[in-house]
């Protein structure tokens, strides 16, 4: 079983294809297995990579709580780059994901060629964070003493995962499915440590607005709660574009795999042939004209 090795923890990994690498980092509800769609599209062309973080096996679970946070998550995926020896590649992250994704470019653009963040934002707005918060424990609370089996048939009915099961019934069986065999014990940890104690991106604006790598903003427009944090991003990030699929809720990648699937693809061609460039500081202005 192919795994790379940080702090004595194993995290498992799958790789498929030739060319740059393309990093794939799965969201909360998710694992390795979410982004099949997207490896066996994008390996025709890239040497495409996706493994399970730390609490989802088979990657280890460590019992300790201090053992997940942000910064773990940030230093597990960077692990596995240097686990693989590679030096540079593009990060494609949903959510819990799409957070790694984003705080890799902050924290290492030299090892980042882009970053596509997609449905990252639950929590970020401080009129949310204490509530976000809240619920996070909650949750946690719920995987410890419920188990995933059961947690899962509330999570995977969520208001932006019911788009998911009226499109698609069957692929959001096989997600719903999955999630309920995670491990109870690592997504509690996980809850509690990675998405409840996690930084507000809108305390990071100060250090958004010098990120220098591409990075493609991507939200379902009906993923409420990273919306208005995605405005954000694309307003604050100067290489930032921002992508809204219609009609779509969180889990875009597996909802509207077609549809994710070209909007990246034509983001890292753009990126490869040096056509995503920084904002023209002319587009910011209180005129909504420029005659004003």
Avoid at 46 to 75: C, I, K, M
Avoid at 149 to 161: F, H, M, T
Avoid at 248 to 267: C, I, K, Y
Wanted: some cysteine.
């Amino acid at each position: 079983m192919p795994t790379a090795r940080v702090d004595s923890v194993n995290l498992f990994f799958e790789e498929v294809g030739a060319g740059l690498p393309l990093v794939f980092v799965h969201e909360f509800a998710g694992d390795y297995r979410s982004w099949r769609l997207q490896m066996g599209f994008f390996s025709r062309r890239y040497r495409t990579l996706a493994f399970n973080a730390r609490g989802y096996p088979p990657s280890d679970v460590p019992t300790d709580p201090e053992a997940y946070s942000q910064g773990r998550a940030v230093a597990d995926a960077i692990a596995v780059l240097d686990g693989l020896k590679i030096g540079q590649a593009h990060v494609v992250g949903l959510s819990m994901g799409g957070f790694t994704a984003l705080h890799l470019a902050l924290g290492h653009p030299q090892r980042v060629l882009s970053a596509v963040v997609a449905g990252a934002g639950y929590g970020a707005g401080p009129e949310h964070a204490e509530a976000f918060r809240a619920e996070s424990v909650l949750t946690a609370a719920a995987f410890a003493a419920e188990g995933a089996a059961k947690v899962a048939e509330r999570y995977a009915v969520g208001p932006a995962r019911v788009q998911f099961q009226n499109k698609n019934p069957r692929g959001w069986a096989e997600f719903a499915e999955a999630l309920a065999g995670h491990s109870s014990l690592g997504s509690a940890l996980t809850m509690r440590g990675v998405q409840a104690e996690r930084p507000s991106l809108y305390a990071l604006t100060e250090a958004l607005a010098t990120v220098s790598v591409p990075v493609l903003i991507l939200a379902g427009d009906e993923d409420e709660g990273c919306l208005e944090p995605a405005l954000m991003l694309k307003r604050t990030i100067p290489t930032a574009g921002l992508t809204v699929l219609p009609r779509t809720g969180h889990t875009a990648n597996l909802e509207e795999p077609d549809v994710f699937n070209r909007a990246v693809d034509s983001f890292l061609a753009a990126v490869a042939r040096g056509a995503w460039r920084l904002r023209d500081p002319r587009s910011r202005s209180a005129s909504t004209t420029g005659m004003t």
